[in-house]
């Protein structure tokens, strides 16, 4: 079992930024996909951004391309997630998961992503 958790949500400007950290509580092992997903009430979840930490490989969403950097403290067993330039469509609760011991495929692949953490709320004002 892990458990991931969430943090640095927030309520913003339009044009700010927010850095999103996800903890595991464990260690993780080296081979998996880890990433960051979104959902607004009554809207699918959608993928955010992955990261293999395996290979540093890294997907996005053409929503955040440009804006976002996902990243990994592997000493830490923390998942980032840097938003930059937030626009008031980015507003949604924002989840981290993994799937361990998977690479990762498609952007919107979440099929093998079996932890999930409780989310944190990012709100951005026009």
């Known amino acids: 079992q892990v458990q991931l958790v969430e943090s640095g949500g927030g309520s913003v400007q339009a044009g700010g930024s927010l850095r999103l950290s996800c903890a595991a509580d464990?260690?993780?092992?080296?081979?998996?996909?880890w990433g960051w997903f979104r959902q607004v009430p009554g809207m699918q979840r959608e993928g955010v951004a992955k990261i293999d930490t395996g290979t540093g490989h890294t997907l996005y969403a053409d929503s955040v391309a440009g804006r976002g950097t996902i990243s990994e403290d592997k000493t830490t067993h923390t998942l980032y997630l840097q938003m930059n330039n937030l626009k008031p469509e980015d507003t949604a609760m924002y989840y981290c998961a993994i799937a361990l011991g998977r690479e990762c495929d498609h952007i919107r692949s979440q099929w093998n992503f079996g932890f999930w953490g409780q989310g944190t709320q990012v709100t951005v004002s026009s």
């Open positions: 464990t260690y993780i092992g080296r081979n998996n996909c």
